[in-house]
């Protein structure tokens, strides 16, 4: 199973033990180095956990936009074959193939979604449960029309806390996942159903707020080490339940910064959630309609301002379909790499410098600030090689940085140690590595980085230290 290297919930640990570790360090420090900020330094457009994002199915080519995660939706049917039964397989399936390509993946599991086959558990249906046609989003005119289940019978709902807790005990951590997102619920899993009448009563589809919030504690419980996020804040009152997850906005720059009170941000204002992204990821979607034609000006001329939107929402992931299927011009892709730059975490080196132990190791420390709209979530693990002229490891170290606790603004004075650090050493690389074998590691905004080997930052040996 993979797993995530460390989880946000141990970064103030570690912030403890790195300034623990500082105070003992020996040796008098030697002069700060500084460095370069550079916003299109190499491999930054590919950095992990952030940026636009196309789905799985979307065709891999050479020219494809840059990016490091890709999207999808499984139907709950296909891994829950009986009751407290479950067959992982198609799960599997897609996070061997996206991870082949060194993505990560984000992805929900639905029960209803429009124009397509019924995702609810046959096992159910065949129990009894109710489901309803409607005629919403085309879904009437489908060759494959969905069904609404019924939300209010206790027997889907224990399957789904069941199937939560599953699905929490085999994924939490798994570094092949980026995000989720809750799903389950409402027309393609986004937590909203239209109001129709059951027969014979005046209230309509929605699922009862007891049962809603048992799916929230759900996730609350099973998943401590990936990010989870929700449609909206208003699913429930519980401040400490929502506490424990971030949110995307699936009509982006539509209904994304108000004024109507119902519309994405004024939600987070009246919930109070505004600070949630300094915590948990914000993630979403262009608004479909809006997609075409999208990057064709700087500001976009449909929509709300992309540019505004990212900056008040701290969004790190935004699914972009068209982007990645439809040839675009020039223009268009340079429009659509300043708005993904935009997104997420920016890491700069700012300076660096060496301090010499006696014996015989080194301590690299760095400042690093973060300039972009979100912290980085998940707290990897740094690395450092010092090289020979020859480009031959004469030293190593690696130690996980509270990375989740550097905020957009902030400077953070962070040190890793080799355990060697002879005279005839000429560089010292240094990255922030993915746990995901053959993912993206971490690009800083610099000018040094990869000017010795992709993906590792590059500190020039001048002479002794």
């Known amino acids: 199973m993979y797993k995530h290297f460390m989880t946000r919930r141990t970064s103030l640990i570690l912030a403890i033990l790195l300034l623990v570790g500082g105070i003992c360090m020996p040796a008098a420090a030697q002069q700060w180095h500084e ?248 993630g979403g979607e262009i608004y479909p309609a809006l997609q075409a034609g999208l990057w064709d000006t700087w500001p976009n001329h449909d929509g709300q301002k992309v540019g505004d939107a990212i900056a008040m929402t701290h969004a790190t992931w935004i699914l972009d379909s068209e982007l990645f299927v439809a040839p675009h011009t020039s223009v268009e892709r340079a429009n659509a790499l300043r708005a993904a730059r935009m997104l997420g975490y920016t890491l700069y080196c700012r300076e660096w410098r060496i301090v010499r132990n006696n014996d015989g190791s080194a301590t690299v420390t760095v400042r690093v600030e973060n300039r972009g709209v979100a912290p980085m979530y998940y707290a990897w693990p740094a690395e450092a090689e010092a090289l020979d002229g020859g480009r031959k490891i004469v030293g190593q170290g690696s130690l996980v940085w509270p990375l989740p606790k550097l905020l957009p603004g902030k400077t953070a004075e962070l040190s890793i140690s080799l355990n060697a650090l002879p005279s005839a050493s000429k560089s010292i690389l240094l990255r922030i590595a993915n746990p995901m074998p053959g993912g993206h590691s971490v690009a800083f905004a610099n000018a040094e980085m990869a000017t010795v080997l992709p993906g590792w930052l590059s500190l020039t040996l001048a002479g002794p230290e």
Request: some cysteine; hydrophobic content about 40%.
């Open 35 to 282: 460095m370069t900020f550079r916003i299109d330094a190499p491999g930054i457009d590919e950095n992990p956990l952030r940026g636009f994002t196309p789905y799985s199915s979307t065709k891999q080519k050479d020219d494809t936009f840059p990016h490091s995660m890709e999207w999808f939706y499984l139907p709950l049917a296909a891994v829950v074959t009986g009751p407290g039964a479950y067959d992982w397989t198609p799960v599997e399936r897609e996070l061997t193939a996206i991870a082949g390509r060194g993505h990560q993946a984000i992805f929900r599991f639905y029960l209803d979604y429009p124009k397509k086959p019924s995702g609810i558990p046959a096992y159910l249906l065949a129990t009894g449960l109710k489901s309803f046609p409607y005629a919403d989003s085309g879904n009437a005119g489908s060759a494959t029309p969905s069904v609404s289940p019924d939300y209010r019978d206790p027997r889907l709902i224990d399957c789904l806390v069941g199937f939560i807790h599953a699905f929490g005990a085999r994924y939490d951590g798994d570094v092949r996942i980026a995000y989720l997102t809750a799903g389950l619920y409402g027309f393609w899993g986004e937590w909203h159903v239209h109001d129709h009448p059951l027969p014979g009563e005046a209230s309509g589809w929605a699922i009862r707020q007891e049962d809603k919030d048992a799916l929230l504690r759900a996730y609350a419980e099973s998943f401590q080490h990936t990010a989870v996020l929700v449609r909206v804040p208003d699913v429930t009152e519980d401040r400490r339940l929502l506490a424990h997850f971030g949110f995307h906005d699936d009509s982006f720059l539509r209904d994304t910064l108000g004024p109507e009170r119902w519309q994405f941000w004024p939600k987070m204002e009246l919930s109070g959630a505004v600070n949630v992204w300094q915590r948990h990821p914000m």
